[in-house]
Nanobody
Framework: QVQLVESGGGLVHTGGSLRLSCAASGLTFSGYSMGWFRQAPGKDREFVAGIGWSLGNADYADSVKGRFTISRDNAKNTVYLQMNSLKPEDTAVYHC????????????????WGKGTLVTVSS
């Protein structure tokens, strides 16, 4: 069975940094596009960052460009999200997801989801 397990969330002040990790098992990791999505209280789940099986091909939501960096280590079956200059509006549950369709970042296009890790940014 496929399992995605996020870690690295926590409480941080405005301007701080966190690194999220997502460990994958039960799939051929290098054959999947990997994405990070977030869901804030009372809002829909939204795309944050994604990376395809081509390691240099990454996409970002406009709201996080220049602050967040997605990367993956296929040898470790792990995808990362480095988050810098955090803002209160970044507060959300962050989920990683795996998809068969390259660079298609709608929630409906993703095939597997992790349970999420909570990021809280205080003002």
């Amino acid at each position: 069975q496929v399992q995605l397990v996020e870690s690295g969330g926590g409480l941080v002040h405005t301007g701080g940094s966190l690194r999220l990790s997502c460990a994958a098992s039960g799939l051929t990791f290098s054959g999947y596009s990997m994405g990070w999505f977030r869901q804030a209280p009372g809002k829909d789940r939204e795309f944050v960052a994604g990376i395809g099986w081509s390691l240099g091909n990454a996409d970002y939501a406009d709201s996080v460009k220049g602050r967040f960096t997605i990367s993956r280590d296929n040898a470790k079956n792990t995808v990362y999200l480095q988050m810098n200059s955090l803002k209160p509006e970044d507060t959300a549950v962050y989920h990683c997801a795996a998809g068969w369709r390259g660079r298609t970042w709608s929630t409906s296009a993703m095939n597997y989801w992790g349970k999420g890790t909570l990021v809280t940014v205080s003002s």
